[in-house]
């Protein structure tokens, strides 16, 4: 059974860092894309992060050089290191994998990825 659990979610100030991680199981860890995406209610959900098989990564516009996407193998999580948060990023943040070869310089977008978390809330007061 494929599984993506997130945590580290929560409640922030704007300015504030926090760290979200999301355990994968139940896929090859090493042949799989992974990506993190933002929604919020009545919207499309956002492409934020990705990372590929090997550490090539890729950033919306809106969070490049504010967040970082990073993966632990031995661990089988992906990370997502965000800084400075603004109002603007609060979401339900969901990590979600795919074991299709993707080569953009933005992160893929939802329906790249076969497999989906059930997301962990944040929520950034200015």
């Known amino acids: 059974e494929v599984r993506l659990a997130e945590s580290g979610g929560g409640s922030v100030q704007a300015g504030d860092s926090l760290t979200l991680s999301c355990k994968v199981s139940g896929v090859d860890f090493y042949s799989v894309s992974l990506g993190w995406f933002r929604q919020v209610p009545g919207e499309e959900r956002v492409e934020v992060a990705s990372?590929?098989?090997?550490?090539?990564?890729s950033y919306a516009n809106s969070v490049r050089g504010r967040f970082t996407v990073s993966k632990d193998t031995r661990k089988r999580t992906v990370y997502l290191h965000m800084t400075d948060l603004r109002p603007e990023d609060t979401g339900l943040y969901s990590c979600?994998?795919?074991?299709?070869?993707?080569?953009?310089?933005?992160?893929?977008?939802?329906?790249?990825?076969?497999?989906w978390g059930q997301g962990t809330q944040v929520t950034v007061s200015s």
């Open positions: 979600a994998a795919s074991y299709s070869v993707y080569a953009g310089v933005t992160p893929p977008p939802a329906g790249f990825f076969e497999y």
């Open positions: 990372i590929d098989l090997g550490t090539i990564t």
